[in-house]
């Protein structure tokens, strides 16, 4: 087998590079090891006894992507993909009965703060205004390769990496940011943000809860974890989309796109080796043997698998393989499934009232300092945190698509788990994740209750089992962590920030590399984009 391109894993931004490279004119083949192509954005039957209920293997929220024009640009409507758009985004019950519901607008949002505070409403739509031009800034730089640090300093050099990456609609924000402010937002810790600015625990915990289950993978005690402040007001910009039919119907779509232009895509095809002759990429190795030629290699796995096993060992300096295998790669938390007989009625103290069955419930604790014990007490103990933050969503109420007549299925995101859990996994599988079961059903059925007696089939998958079906390192969800020193310019090292690797034709995607993890497709495309400047020479 030959061809122009091969594309190493059928994740959403493998696809993604395939369909606009494809859609330039190579002849373009994706090969993904498992049987259903999509990495952590799939819709799968993960219930053995629940034959017919579809669960999201991974990601539910589609937010990045709003922001992007690959679904415009290849048309992914036509091939079935519709996104429903979630109002209120996400409640917030607390353990008083009350209820903080996040909307799409940000005014009826703050709002909704008003009733917990006037002062944090207030401060609430200075901040996100703020926020909100920020962010606009920051997404100017993600739909191309990272300028580097020394480029962006100063407001002239920020002018020119927008000009650079042709996102000139963001100038306008990027020359009235306060960059003071901007920089220490981003280094310091979302909670230590959080009681500088705001005063009610509602308001203050309900805001985490989002950085924290929604916009990243790290504890939002963690220095750098301010970044999702700003990040978070894309919402209010993008709204809460999730695709009908599951989130694997993006990849569906991709995939059949991809064939629209001439592309090929192989399921159950694992690549075992990327093969390099004289400093240049030369095909992969199948797994069954088979040869595949191709001048241009795009690996959407991560990083450090592709660099340092991959490709044979000694390939690439010593120098690089340390700094490799440096990378911060942590876990950070796990699903909860279930197939229901009914959907559970949710209960909650003193007569309070949520908005609608639809929307996501983020249960978290009840104090930021509760929250923070929790992220230190689970790698004190090396379990799941005693009691889990969880964002529990029941996407049959939206989309009944998703199981048969009447019934229902849950999905349920927990954290906090010991930064390096699958070690554990390792060691004692079975103790880690009966224990994380329990604890996540005890809390569950605090605000479900009747949910013990209807529950057909459910299971819990730890970043263990994460790891071992999607092949993400850690079960980190973003293939690296999103710490400050792995972003932007950084990501995943200086050296490869541009998708380009040492050896010749061999090129990055994936969650790991700029901008980062999330239902984005914009590694895809930035790294499609990089391999078509470099072929125009
Ligand atoms: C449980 C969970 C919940 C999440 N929730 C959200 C959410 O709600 N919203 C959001 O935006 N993001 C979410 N994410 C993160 C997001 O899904 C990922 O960051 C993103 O999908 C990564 O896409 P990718 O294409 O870069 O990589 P991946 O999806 O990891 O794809 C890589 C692919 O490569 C394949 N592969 C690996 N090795 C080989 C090989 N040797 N040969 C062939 N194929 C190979 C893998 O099987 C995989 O299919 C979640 C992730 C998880 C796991």
Redesign the pocket.
């Known amino acids: 087998m030959s061809y122009d391109c091969v594309v ?7 696809l993604v590079a395939a369909n606009y490279l494809a859609r330039a004119g190579l002849r373009v083949a994706v ?4 049987g259903v192509l ?4 799939t819709t799968e039957e993960l219930l053995p006894y629940a034959p017919g209920f579809k669960v999201n293997g ?7 992507i709003q922001r992007t024009p690959i679904i415009r640009d290849l048309g992914l409507e036509r091939f079935g993909l519709k996104y429903v758009s979630l109002e209120p985004m996400f409640e917030v019950p607390f353990g008083d009965g009350r209820v903080l519901p996040f909307y799409g607008s940000l005014e009826k949002t703050v709002d909704e703060f008003a009733k917990f505070s006037h002062r944090d409403a207030q401060n609430y739509m200075r901040l996100a205004k703020e926020w909100l031009k920020q962010e606009s800034l920051l997404e100017a730089l993600m739909l191309d390769a990272p300028p580097k640090i020394s480029e962006l300093l100063g407001v002239k050099g920020i002018g020119r990496a927008l000009f650079r990456s042709s996102t000139l609609s963001a100038l306008p924000d990027a020359v009235s940011v306060d960059f003071n402010t901007m920089v220490r937002t981003i280094v310091i810790s979302a909670n230590q943000l959080l009681n500088e600015e705001f005063e009610d625990e509602h308001v203050k915990v309900g805001l985490s809860a989002i950085f924290s289950l929604i916009f990243s993978t790290m504890s939002p005690s963690l220095p750098s974890s301010g970044l999702m402040a700003i990040m978070h007001t894309m919402l209010y910009k993008t709204g809460l989309k999730r695709p009908l039919g599951g989130s694997g119907r993006l990849v569906e779509a991709l995939a059949a796109s991809l064939k629209s232009y001439g592309g090929e895509v192989y399921s159950g095809a ?2 075992r080796k990327i093969l390099v002759e004289g400093g240049s990429v030369a095909g992969v190795e199948l797994a069954d043997g088979r040869r595949v030629e191709a001048k241009i290699v795009v690996s ?2 991560d990083a450090q698998r592709t660099l340092t096993k ?1 490709v044979e060992p000694g390939t690439i300096s010593d120098d690089l393989q340390r700094k490799l295998r440096s990378l911060r790669i942590t876990s950070y938390g796990m ?1 909860f499934h279930a197939a229901l007989h009914t959907l559970p009625e949710m209960s909650l103290l003193n007569g309070g009232r949520i908005q609608s069955p639809t929307s996501g419930k983020l249960i978290a604790l009840d104090t930021l300092e509760n929250i923070e014990k929790a992220y230190h007490q689970a790698n004190s103990t090396r379990t799941l945190s005693a009691e889990p933050l969880l964002a529990v969503n029941f996407p049959t109420t939206y989309d009944p698509s998703l199981a048969p007549m009447d019934k229902h299925v849950l999905y349920c ?1 927990a954290q906090f788990v010991p930064d390096d859990s699958p070690m554990i996994w390792e060691k004692d599988y079975h103790t880690f994740r009966e224990d994380a079961y329990r604890k996540i059903f005890e809390r569950l059925t605090k605000y479900w209750p009747s949910l013990q007696d209807l529950i057909i089939d459910s299971t819990v998958e730890t970043p263990g089992d ?1 790891e071992q079906r ?3 390192p850690r079960g980190n ?3 690296i962590d999103p710490t400050l020193e792995q972003m932007y310019y950084y990501r995943p090292i200086p050296e490869l920030s541009h998708y380009r690797t040492p050896i010749r034709g061999l090129y990055l995607t ?2 790991g590399t700029h901008p980062g ?3 984005s497709g914009m ?1 895809g495309y930035n790294a499609a984009k990089t391999i078509l400047k470099d072929l125009r020479g």
């Open positions: 190493v894993g059928g994740g959403h931004n493998g090969f993904e090891r498992r999509g990495g952590c954005c991974g990601a539910i929220d589609h937010i990045l694992e690549v959407n796995v991959l699903t995101w994460l999607i092949w993400i969800t973003q293939h994936g969650a993890g999330g239902i590694p």
